[in-house]
């Protein structure tokens, strides 16, 4: 579904990543783990168009995207939902849900989409007409998390979601990943709570100074002795 | 070198007038000397990024003052200079001291001169029984002498304008060299990291404003004295303030000749269409005018000569420092 | 005395709903786009020139002048911005003052150089009528009620629609807005076109009330300016508030005093607000 060959991104003068390659299945869930500054939130913003690479190839769904701007690859159905719950302040819950269904395609399918992620998140219908900005800061990841979902997307990467929310909240959000797992959408997550990440995902990578160092399926990464010193603290 | 053939040049625009003394090139010789010193005076402020777009109320403070007093109490000019420019020293001084002890840069401060500009020309005008009003006054008709500034030919007045233009120039080297030229650049690049440092930036900036606003004011005077003539709309408000800076935008702001090279070239621009197409389409000129500004503001923001030698500097692989 | 204030009062809150729709063109120019239209009170001049040449020398109905002239601005204002604008939304805010400022000086003195300096005005002759002591000119109750509903409708517009909200969302944060599938060229020009669009109908509604002439922008610049600070940068509500709030000053002002001194009290209001209290009465956090 989504191929990534070899790719380089800058900032300005600074290198982020080197000669990167991943690939994403249908209906499959790949974490990516790493230190901070490993460059994931980069590779996603390289992945949506925010932050372009500079060189290689990125195909989804036999489009060649690394040229696309934004709004084109989330028409085609990639959608990211950036770090720390990042919604539109000053519109309301409903307003941000209904603007994540901007595009074409999504727009006919507003209420039905509406219906989908009132119920699998019903602390959203309750505060269905409040102002984005007072919620909760697990509200909000919540809230920009179904927002993507509005977009009817074929693939959601979703940046660092567990980031500043408390234990329970993380739980709780991990609980609604997983049912949006079930829901057959296909994730790219990237993540720093490893323990709980490895949980849900079917492969993953992991992301060093701007490199792939370690690519498998769950089960190899839970017993990669690297893994478990480095990141499982056993 | 540099200074030799600088000065070579000087000379040589001396002479001028010796060799060809046709009054029409003088004339628009001295008007380009006049509105070299004043976008020069404006660029001591604008090269530090603090960018006034009112301007105009110090032009009309000179004006206005030396005006009145010249013609009511039959004051010398130059008297009328050095109080006119005492005036706008001290209004430069107390909206510069309202504006930098709240810390209003940028934008907000560019948008309040304009707003002050525009108070000026008001109040200008709604003291007409003194003013004048909208139409302004000519200046009395008296016998020429350098006292009253009043000539019977173009020359001396072409190098009396001269003579003040080598002299803002003089004062922006003075400037330039002066330990508030690095506090203003410091300023200018990062005002929050220059105040931890110790930069008095409150004091800097009001320095500058004033010697801004003083030497301006002087070229009002200057231009009033050419023309005979002082009138609110074009020597005071939006409407010059916006021309001299648009003057120094064109030709660099942040080079020393910059200024004068950019008045130079709209000076000769609006002659030049005023020629050919008459009186009566001076607004065309005008239009051609406000597009070139807008075109230039869009593809060359540091003017024709910053552009230029920013240009020549890259190519001769000096870096490109402001 | 009573009367005198009374009038002035009635007639500055009906200045005061003219000035509302300058003021959110300004702001939702501002909010969105991010630039201050340095021209935009040039621009109702201009539209009025067209309604005037369509309507005196052309001989269309008034209505019909007007919605020309409505639709003609809202062309213009997307040149602008294509020619002009889009190439700036990068630059550093005072080349985008000074460029916008500029196209001032295109817009007068074309003005000037086809019409002439002379004021031209349409001989609409509107009842004035009375209640009681109050009397109030239809013309500027019907440019009053007219942007009321101008008002409201932009409101539904912004409000009830995909497009509105997505010129929303654009202004709260354009990253994000790009991650929903909105262009944000096509957001910004049709902000620019909206905000255009609305000079041809300020102009629409001032037709009957002034005459026009080539500096005839700059003073409702100015005041859109004003309104517009006052009440906080891109801040709808606000410009709201403060259009009815200067206009009211003005109005008081230029009956008890005279129309330069309302000029000058408006600008110190402006000058002090960004003294004291930059962004404006219902501005947020300071964003200096």
């Not at chain 2, 009566?280 to 000569?305: C, E, T, W």
Request: aromatic share 12%; charged share 15%.
């Amino acid at each position: 579904m989504l191929d990534i060959e070899s790719i380089d991104v800058y900032y300005g003068k600074f290198q982020a990543l080197f000669d990167l390659n991943m690939r994403i299945g249908e209906q499959e869930t790949v974490i990516t783990v790493g230190p901070n500054g490993a460059g994931k939130s980069t590779l996603l913003k390289a992945i949506s168009g925010l932050q372009p690479a500079k060189r290689g190839k990125i195909t989804f769904m036999g489009q060649p995207i690394e040229k696309f701007p934004p709004h084109k690859i989330v028409e085609l159905g990639l959608v990211y939902v950036p770090e720390s719950g990042r919604v539109f302040p000053n519109l309301t819950v409903i307003e941000n849900l209904k603007i994540g269904s901007y595009t074409r395609r999504a727009r006919v399918h507003f209420k039905p989409s509406l219906e989908e992620v009132f119920d699998l998140f019903p602390r959203l219908a309750e505060r269905e007409k409040q102002i984005a900005e007072t919620l909760s800061g697990g509200e909000r990841q919540m809230l920009a998390v179904a927002r993507s979902l509005m977009a009817r997307p074929k693939l959601i990467l979703l940046d660092e979601p567990s980031m500043g929310l408390a234990p329970l909240i993380v739980s709780q959000l991990f609980k609604f990943i997983s049912a949006i797992k079930k829901g057959g959408y296909s994730i790219l997550m990237v993540e720093q709570n490893v323990v709980k990440a490895l949980k849900l995902c079917d492969r993953a990578y992991l992301l060093e100074l701007g490199t792939v160092k370690l690519e498998g399926n769950r089960e190899f990464f839970g017993k990669e002795e690297y893994i478990r010193q480095s990141y499982l603290g056993v | 070198m540099k200074r030799l053939s600088f000065l070579f040049v000087i000379g040589l625009i001396a002479l001028f007038p010796v060799v060809h003394p046709s009054p029409y090139t003088l004339h628009i010789a001295t008007l380009i000397f006049i509105w070299a010193f004043i976008a020069t005076a404006w660029s001591y402020m604008g090269r530090f990024e603090l960018i006034s777009l009112g301007h105009g109320a110090f032009l009309g403070i000179g004006a206005y003052t030396a005006g009145l007093l010249f013609n009511n109490a039959g004051v010398s000019p130059w008297v009328g200079m050095i109080l006119g420019a005492l005036i706008a020293a001290g209004l430069a001084g107390i909206i510069g001291f309202a504006c930098f002890r709240f810390g209003v840069i940028g934008d907000y401060f560019a948008l309040l001169t304009l707003a002050l500009g525009e108070i000026t020309t008001l109040v200008l005008v709604a003291f007409r029984e003194h003013t004048g009003g909208s139409l302004g006054f000519t200046l009395n008709k008296v016998e020429p002498s350098l006292w009253a500034l009043k000539f019977t030919n173009k020359v001396s007045f072409y190098y009396v304008s001269l003579a003040f233009l080598l002299a803002a120039w003089f004062l922006w080297i003075v400037i330039d060299r002066s330990k508030m030229q690095k506090g203003l650049r410091a300023i200018g690049e990062d005002e929050i990291a220059a105040s931890t440092l110790g930069v008095r930036i409150v004091r800097y900036k009001l320095y500058i404003y004033m010697i801004s606003a003083s030497v301006t004011s002087m070229g009002g005077v200057l231009y009033a004295w050419y023309i005979s003539y002082i009138n609110p709309h074009t020597l005071s408000g939006v409407g010059p303030s916006l021309d001299i800076a648009f003057k120094s935008i064109l030709g660099g702001m942040f080079n020393l000749l910059g200024p004068a090279i950019g008045s130079a070239l709209i000076v000769i621009l609006e002659e030049y269409v005023r020629v050919v197409y008459g009186a009566k389409f001076v607004g065309i000129s005008q239009i051609a005018y406000g597009m070139v500004l807008v075109l230039l503001i869009m593809f060359l923001p540091r003017g024709i000569y910053g552009s230029l030698s920013a240009l020549f500097k890259k190519m001769s692989g000096l870096s490109d420092r402001k | 005395m009573t009367v005198l204030i009374l009038n002035a009062l009635v007639n500055g809150i009906l200045l005061g709903g003219v000035l509302a729709l300058l003021a959110f063109g300004m702001n939702l120019i501002f909010g969105v786009v991010k630039v201050i239209h340095m021209a935009y009170g040039q621009s109702v001049m201009l539209g009025m020139y067209v309604i005037y040449t369509l309507t005196e020398i052309y001989n269309v109905p008034l209505i019909s002048s007007c919605l020309i002239a409505v639709i003609a601005m809202t062309l213009l204002g997307g040149l602008m911005h294509l020619l002009v604008v889009q190439k700036l939304l990068t630059a550093n805010r005072l080349n985008q003052l000074l460029a916008l400022a500029g196209l001032i000086i295109v817009y007068e003195n074309f003005a000037q150089v086809i019409w002439g300096a002379d004021l031209r005005g349409i001989p609409v002759f509107l009842p004035v009528f009375n209640i009681g002591e109050v009397f109030i000119k239809t013309s500027n109750l019907i440019a009053f009620i007219g942007s009321l509903v101008v008002l409201g409708l932009l409101y539904f517009f912004l409000h009830k629609t995909y497009i509105g909200l997505a010129i929303r969302a654009t202004a709260q944060d354009v990253e994000c807005a790009r991650l929903m599938g909105i262009n944000p060229k096509k957001i910004y020009l049709t902000t620019m076109m909206v905000g255009s669009a609305m000079t041809g109908v300020i102009a629409a509604f001032f037709t009957p009330i002034y005459s026009v002439h080539p500096h005839f922008g700059g003073s409702f610049t100015m005041m859109a300016f004003i309104i517009v600070v006052l009440g906080g940068m891109g801040n709808l509500m606000g410009g709201f508030i403060g259009a009815f709030v200067i206009g009211i000053v003005t109005s008081l002002t230029g009956a008890l005093a005279s129309i330069e001194a309302a000029e000058i009290v408006a600008l110190i209001i402006f000058v002090l607000v960004v003294l004291i209290r930059p962004q404006g009465l219902m501005g947020g956090k300071q964003t200096r």
